[in-house]
């Protein structure tokens, strides 16, 4: 059954039930979908136009720095308010939701990390969705993630319990981090992380599930299985995916149900695909992709630079004549298309990574 199949479903941004039953139908049929991180249109557009091309659901999220940086670098963002980047999101979310049906495909919308510091982010968010429901039925995000892997984890889930209690009467979508994910993203430094952290037990992902499932069953573990964010040199850490089965077979050993577990797998740049084969038999639902399509991104432009350099130093005059204008090179439209071509070929990729692509 494709996903089209589900009842209800349209192209546009999905939340609630419908956005739900997309990320069960995934985990029953195999695949996870991307989420991509977005800072402008442009990338937003490389989104939507590789799924479009695809014909596949993709995944649109904003990090707290991602989303202060659509708003506008220049806005106030003071710590304990965050305004810049609540506003960045909640016009992020709105874009995506305009331009979204055009594309023709399901498209979630997300916000990324969210540390104990950066709550005022996720309050001006939430009172975004609530404002949003109250108009039109549904929250404006399908999905939020609260990361509270730094704090211990009674805390972590307790404050998870919270904000879900705030997000069920919406269907809001809540993922949640247990352990931590290593290396670097968007200003938050785990290089230095005990290793122990970067795994999580079956005991640890059991008491998330029994603490947040009476509330909602709407919800998503990052559990930790040795991921870092970013692209690195093969170091001492070891990406474990085999341990989210075995917190599966925990699960089911007290509930009674198979797979009851659906998985976030953060740090998959880089991945080797064996990898994200066994996550994704493991119940990964979800996969982030950030540093792989920055990298995409970027190289559009540097191989535009390269193969254009003689008519991209002044405004007239290249190696065709002294007096011929460079206007048609220099136009941003020109060379961020360029990214965006390239970023696109990268989110098709990480489609056919995670097997969503049609047969
Ligand atoms: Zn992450």
Redesign the pocket.
Known sequence: MSFWDIPGMKAGVVTGDLAWSLLQHAKSNGYAIPAFNCTSSSTINSVLEAGAKLNRPVMVQFSEGGAAFMAGKSLPNEKGKLQASILGAVAGAHLVRAVAPAYGIPVLVHS??CAKKLLPWFDGMLEADEAFFKAHGEPLFSSHMLDLSEEPDEENIAICKKYLTRMAPMKCILEMEIGI?GGV?DGVDNSGTASEKLYSTPEDVWAVYAGLSPISPMFTI?AAFGNV?GVYKAGNVVLKPELLQDCQNYAKSKTGTDRPLNFVF??GSGSEKHHIATALAAGVVKM?VDTDTQWAYWEGLLKFYKAKEGYLQVQIGNPEGADKPNKSYYDPRKWIRECEVTMVARVQESCQDLSNVNP
């Open positions: 990324d990390h994910t993203e990052a964010h953060h740090g982030n």
